[in-house]
């Protein structure tokens, strides 16, 4: 992630400079591939994966003579095969065809009704393939979506299973599933799942998600984020709801800089997008950074 100091600079007019580039197109499709086939696995009973591997065992005998050693590796790039043709899964060529417009709107925050000047919309020139992202609460499934599309790692809280679900239909729907996670937990709750363990560069909580807990799952929340955010991390208080505020969130951050928004030339209502608040963290000491 590049240093949150340059949100105050004067506004990028040009590409960033990244330290890490985005994968290649046959990286993502390698990626595509394996992720709709480990789906569509999960998706089956035991007894089905076990007639899918008699399948191949039996196919691959076939077309040996019975000549060939059945090694762990040979049975599972077959079932692999398999699964590519059940699912017609198209080939690198027409994948590619494809998803190149569709990864390009993807990626704009204008896609997703995010304006510029919104906090997910102003730290996203800030974040870098591989950057690790905590979303908290199914109103920030936005950025959600937006971010896995620059192939951000995000692992995602809500408290409670349709929502989970709702925001996984959408990422499978748009072929955003490779890096994204989701938990169900309960929110503020002692026990978060041991993935959910950072340094995460970035955290982005739903307020009216945040607002519907008692106060101590409010603060011990905040608290989880907190202590799971990297120095130099950002934190984004958001908010689709015109009833809530992220701005009454903000007592959990006595010691946290707000930044504020830049200019909006667009003259649209603060109202629309995924509005709300950026906040960076206390200054980390300067014995901590040389441990």
């Not at 197109?25 to 089905?48: C, F, V, W």
């Not at 017609?88 to 390009?104: D, F, M, T």
């Not at 109103?139 to 809500?158: T, V």
Request: glycine fraction near 8%.
């Amino acid at each position: 992630m590049l240093i949150a100091a340059q949100l105050d600079a004067q506004p990028v007019t040009g590409p960033v400079r990244r330290v890490r580039s985005l994968p290649s197109l046959q990286q993502q499709y390698r990626a595509y591939l394996m992720q709709r086939i480990e789906d569509y696995k999960d998706s089956l009973t035991r007894g089905d994966l076990m007639r899918l591997g008699d399948e191949a065992a039996k196919d691959l005998q076939a077309g040996t003579s019975g000549q060939l050693v059945l090694t762990e590796v040979l049975m599972q790039e077959t079932v692999d095969q398999q699964i590519i043709a059940r699912l017609k899964l198209p080939s690198y060529r027409k994948w590619r065809a494809k998803i190149l417009p569709l990864r390009e709107a993807q990626r704009s925050p204008s896609h997703w009704g995010i304006l510029d000047s919104d906090p997910v919309g102003m730290v996203l020139q800030l974040l870098e393939p591989n950057d690790r992202v905590l979303i908290v609460g199914s109103g920030a499934d936005r950025a959600c979506y937006l971010l896995a599309a620059h192939e951000i790692e995000l692992q995602c809280l809500f408290g409670d299973t349709a929502a989970a679900t709702r925001v996984e239909g959408i990422m499978a729907s748009e072929s955003l599933t490779g890096r994204f996670e989701a938990f169900v937990v309960a929110l503020g709750g002692p026990w978060l799942p041991p993935a959910v363990n950072g340094p995460f560069h970035l955290v982005v909580i739903d307020a009216a998600t945040l607002q519907a807990l008692p106060p101590e799952r409010q603060r011990a929340l905040v608290l989880q984020a907190q202590h799971r955010t990297a120095p130099g991390g950002l934190h984004a208080l958001v908010s689709v709801d015109a009833d809530s505020a992220p701005e009454g969130c903000l007592h959990h951050y006595p010691d946290w800089q707000r930044i504020p928004p830049p200019p909006s030339p667009s003259g649209r209502s603060h109202g629309q997008g995924l509005r709300g608040v950026l906040l960076s963290g206390p200054p980390v000491p300067p014995s901590s950074l040389n441990r």
